[in-house]
């Protein structure tokens, strides 16, 4: 996903400006940059040296997921050790979640794992996919709600348009 990120702009965004711009915008949020008009979702390439993505899915996307999330939960179940090793080889800062499946997925399957492994000390936020609501200003306070991994998930419900805490 790295050279999917930096080539977008060439690429006429892989025909999806939505998710590009959505994550860069949900990225500047979290980092604590201002996200009120969408230039800034174009402005700024330096802040992709913060963006290491990861999909728990780990296949091609579609325009939904079902509940409960059974393929991702399958895949993460048997590649646990490997998804872990992300988090422990490049101990990331922060951790956005983004979207319903992949919160619920990281917090009950994940989460723990990490802190096992001593990095409960790690903060996360939940956000709304970007293909979704892609420039829902809602996020705007995601780097007043990061969380460590031994407190409940701050979330953002794109659909109640407010902050939650739990696991969606």
């Not at 990861?54 to 393929?71: F, Q």
């Not at 990331?92 to 319903?100: E, F």
Request: include cysteine; charged fraction near 25%; charge should be positive.
């Amino acid at each position: 996903m790295g050279d999917w990120f930096r080539l977008a702009r060439r690429k006429d965004y892989w025909k999806d400006p939505h998710y590009y711009c959505g994550t860069m915008l949900r990225l500047r949020a979290v980092l604590g940059l201002p996200v009120d008009d969408l230039k800034y979702a174009e402005q700024d390439l330096s802040i992709l040296r913060h963006l290491r993505y990861i999909d728990l899915k780990a296949t091609e996307g579609s325009g939904s997921v079902p509940d409960p999330p059974i393929d991702i939960q399958n895949y993460v179940r048997n590649n646990i050790n490997n998804i872990a090793q992300y988090w422990k080889s490049d101990t990331p800062k922060i951790t956005v979640l983004l979207g319903w499946a992949a919160q619920r997925v990281f917090e009950q399957m994940v989460k723990g794992e990490l802190i096992k492994a001593n990095l409960a000390h790690l903060k996360r936020v939940g956000l709304s996919h970007p293909s979704q609501f892609w420039h829902d200003v809602g996020f705007v306070e995601a780097k007043n709600r990061l969380s460590p991994l031994g407190e409940n998930l701050n979330y953002w419900g794109p659909i109640a348009k407010k902050w939650k805490v739990g696991i969606p």
